[in-house]
């Protein structure tokens, strides 16, 4: 937390805001392209091999890939996840938010390199077959393909789960359910597909949702903190900023306050009728105002 608050002090002010909207524009973007020329969509994927070998946009571009296709139900599961992320963010603050997303992006990117090293050391014999290239976009391609933003999500619906634990959803519009129970339902169904699936799968599952463990570990006191505290402690941060600002010395001739140089000096003069302040520098040579 120590470590967190020194980061948001000084990098707070470069945070992303409404960093799930752009997400979604994200994936409507996808979904538009998906309609035009729907295998344009394989150029944009996530692929370490096909990235060291120039294709470098794809270290972006697999965010646009949409998650799924486009229909009723998916467009009510990216209006929920959009609700949610801005929760999030609205209750731990920007700068917070856009380290939990992008980490997860940046971890997502991290494990398909992993992955890669893995085919390369699992495969040898294949791979010295069939060539580098043929087995990357052809063989492996689905290996690849699992990095994408399905488990960003979910890592974004855990964590929610997490700080708002008791919160109620209705589930198909008309069952009452704590969240933290659907948390706990997800939660058992992603480790038991880790335990059943192959080398390759544990490795996407466990970079993509290694953002919340490390969530979890580094907020722990905020865990013990209510939402209305935290959003509390968040509002009292920023009019602490804002008073900060706030100055109480400013020059009648230069406009210069005690925020232009630590070493700068102001006095009001006492020939002036009225309260005007100067700097060390014009202090003694203005012209006296004088009320008519």
């Given at each position: 937390?120590?470590?967190?608050?020194?980061?948001?002090?000084?990098?707070?002010?470069?945070?992303?805001?409404?960093?799930?909207?752009?997400?979604?524009?994200?994936?409507?973007?996808?979904?538009?392209?998906?309609?035009?020329?729907?295998?344009?969509?394989?150029?944009?994927?996530?692929?370490?091999?096909?990235?060291?070998?120039?294709?470098?946009?794809?270290?972006?571009?697999?965010?646009?890939?949409?998650?799924?296709?486009?229909?009723?139900?998916?467009?009510?599961?990216?209006?929920?996840?959009?609700?949610?992320?801005?929760?999030?963010?609205?209750?731990?603050?920007?700068?917070?938010?856009?380290?939990?997303?992008?980490?997860?992006?940046?971890?997502?990117?991290?494990?398909?390199?992993?992955?890669?090293?893995?085919?390369?050391?699992?495969?040898?014999?294949?791979?010295?077959?069939?060539?580098?290239?043929?087995?990357?976009?052809?063989?492996?391609?689905?290996?690849?393909?699992?990095?994408?933003?399905?488990?960003?999500?979910?890592?974004?619906?855990?964590?929610?789960?997490?700080?708002?634990?008791?919160?109620?959803?209705?589930?198909?519009?008309?069952?009452?359910?704590?969240?933290?129970?659907?948390?706990?339902?997800?939660?058992?169904?992603?480790?038991?597909?880790?335990?059943?699936?192959?080398?390759?799968?544990?490795?996407?599952?466990?970079?993509?949702?290694?953002?919340?463990?490390?969530?979890?570990?580094?907020?722990?006191?905020?865990?013990?903190?209510?939402?209305?505290?935290?959003?509390?402690?968040?509002?009292?941060?920023?009019?602490?900023?804002?008073?900060?600002?706030?100055?109480?010395?400013?020059?009648?001739?230069?406009?210069?306050?005690?925020?232009?140089?630590?070493?700068?000096?102001?006095?009001?003069?006492?020939?002036?009728?009225?309260?005007?302040?100067?700097?060390?520098?014009h202090l003694f040579t203005h012209e006296h105002i004088k009320r008519h």
């Open positions: 937390m120590k470590f967190l608050n020194k980061l948001e002090r000084k990098f707070g002010r470069y945070a992303v805001h409404n960093a799930s909207l752009m997400l979604i524009l994200c994936y409507a973007f996808g979904y538009a392209i998906s309609i035009v020329n729907a295998g344009f969509l394989n150029y944009l994927t996530l692929n370490p091999y096909l990235i060291l070998h120039g294709q470098i946009w794809r270290l972006v571009t697999w965010i646009i890939v949409p998650p799924s296709n486009l229909g009723i139900f998916t467009i009510i599961m990216l209006y929920f996840y959009y609700s949610i992320g801005t929760t999030l963010e609205r209750t731990w603050g920007a700068f917070r938010y856009n380290l939990f997303l992008f980490g997860g992006m940046l971890f997502t990117v991290l494990g398909s390199f992993v992955l890669l090293a893995y085919c390369y050391f699992a495969y040898a014999p294949v791979i010295a077959a069939a060539g580098g290239r043929v087995f990357f976009t052809q063989a492996a391609v689905g290996f690849f393909r699992q990095f994408s933003t399905y488990y960003v999500n979910l890592s974004i619906y855990l964590a929610f789960a997490l700080t708002f634990p008791d919160m109620v959803v209705y589930l198909f519009f008309l069952i009452p359910v704590k969240i933290k129970w659907l948390g706990i339902l997800d939660v058992a169904l992603t480790l038991y597909l880790f335990l059943v699936s192959g080398i390759e799968t544990r490795i996407v599952i466990g970079a993509s949702l290694l953002n919340v463990i490390v969530f979890f570990f580094s907020t722990r006191e905020m865990m013990r903190m209510s939402p209305k505290q935290i959003r509390r402690r968040q509002a009292f941060r920023q009019e602490v900023r804002k008073s900060a600002a706030i100055t109480r010395h400013k020059c009648a001739i230069c406009g210069r306050t005690e925020l232009d140089g630590a070493n700068l000096e102001f006095r009001f003069c006492s020939k002036c009728e009225g309260n005007y302040e100067y700097c060390q520098d």
